[in-house]
């Protein structure tokens, strides 16, 4: 079974800060997704990646596969930005090779 | 193009009442998810189904709760006898075939057990 652990588990800052959120989990995987739920339990996939870097707009994704390790990074952080920020690593196949992190619960203040 | 979709948005019920939830996929997506996120906690798994593959049941809590897909598209997650444990958001996702395929998620249905 792959522990998932995201830190920090709140985070509280203001407009215009570079946000980081970090994930760990125990085992090798296939990819990991990032996944943003606003405020009424929408989830939008942000990111899904196996190795190294990807950019969209102001946020970054990367990935270190041997150090079991991902971060989340927000530039310019905007108050649009407060949402629950969750990472899924995926072992396999199949529906219980995805394990979910508990989120990061991200509010940015004007 | 449209993604996926749940009905209802919201569910009152009383205890002990069967209530039906819906899905509709993406179209052309042959992996279909349900999780259940009760207040405050994680994704919980609950079922899969992958193509004309047998479900993966493995993370319904009880066996008052059943899914079926018809068609390889729609899904009808099913909850009898609810209990008041089962208030919780119901959600939904879909994706190609593939462990590296891009979940897409409904926006989900709040159940509330009174």
């Known amino acids: 079974k792959n522990e998932v652990e995201q830190s920090p588990q709140n985070l509280t800052a203001q407009e215009g800060e570079f946000i980081t959120i970090n994930c760990s989990y125990s085992v090798g995987i296939s990819a990991l997704h990032w996944l943003q739920q606003h405020p009424g339990g929408g989830i939008v996939s942000l990111f899904m990646l196996s190795s190294g870097k990807k950019k969209h707009g102001r946020l970054i994704a990367t990935i270190n596969i041997q150090e079991k390790h991902s971060s989340l990074h927000i530039t310019a952080s905007h108050p649009r930005d407060s949402a629950v920020y969750i990472c899924?690593?995926?072992?396999?196949?199949?529906?219980?090779?995805?394990?979910f992190g508990k989120g990061t619960h991200l509010i940015i203040q004007p | 193009g449209a993604g996926v979709s749940q009905s209802p948005s919201n569910k009152v019920t009383e205890k002990g009442k069967d209530v039906e939830l819906r899905c509709d996929p993406i179209?052309?997506?042959?992996?279909l998810y349900w999780y259940r996120q009760s207040l405050g906690q994680g994704l919980e798994f609950l079922i899969y189904?992958?193509?004309?593959?047998?479900?993966?049941k493995s993370g319904l809590p009880s066996d008052r709760f059943s899914a079926e897909r018809t068609g390889g598209s729609v899904s009808t997650l099913t909850i009898q006898r609810t209990q008041q444990e089962d208030s919780a958001v119901y959600l939904c996702?879909?994706?190609?075939?593939?462990?590296?395929?891009?979940?897409?998620f409904g926006n989900g249905t709040r159940l509330t057990v009174t």
């Open positions: 179209s052309g997506h042959t992996a």
């Open positions: 996702a879909s994706s190609f075939l593939g462990d590296n395929s891009p979940l897409h």
């Open positions: 189904f992958q193509g004309n593959s047998a479900p993966d």
């Open positions: 899924a690593p995926r072992v396999g196949g199949g529906a219980d090779g995805l394990t």
